[in-house]
């Protein structure tokens, strides 16, 4: 299946002079969700991922698939005071501006295995907040995944210590 096909490009979304890559039309095509949640857990099927870690809102959505299907346990990433147990937090700029990441203390135990998932790779800023404030709790970070990376962004350059896997590479604006 093509999965691009599903994704919508929304002009001056957030701000003029951004293209917005849109999911929504993918999450709404139950054969696109199944098929685009299979390719991002197929890689990590024998990869012993005891936590899925994903961004809210988007990556919530193929976080918590991805996370049934490997038989892990799911852990929120949320925007501040969402959270109502003890958070640590990060902040990082975004490619239209800055936002903070928290995650509770308790998240998961020092050495666990977590796969981190998120809807799309720019510039790597929320997924680079996400992986400091995964280490910051001990965790081994298995890989990266995303459905849509934004190549020509370059936001991979940020995740470099990591395995980074995207369903959807778009090379140009």
Known sequence: MDLE???RDVPDFPKKGIIFKDIT???GNPDALREAAD?????FRTANVQYVAAIEARGFIFGALVAERLGAGFVPIRKPGKLPAKTIS???ALE???NTLEIHTDAIPR????LVIDDVLAIGGTLGASTHLLEQLGADIVAVAVVVELAFLSGRDKLE???VHSLIQVAAE
């Open 39 to 43: 390719r991002l857990a197929e890689p």
């Open 25 to 27: 039309p993918l999450v």
């Open 96 to 98: 239209y501006g800055e």
């Open 90 to 92: 990060h902040s990082y």
């Open 161 to 163: 210590k990591y395995n």
């Open 5 to 7: 096909r599903h994704i």
């Open 111 to 114: 050495g666990a295995r977590v």
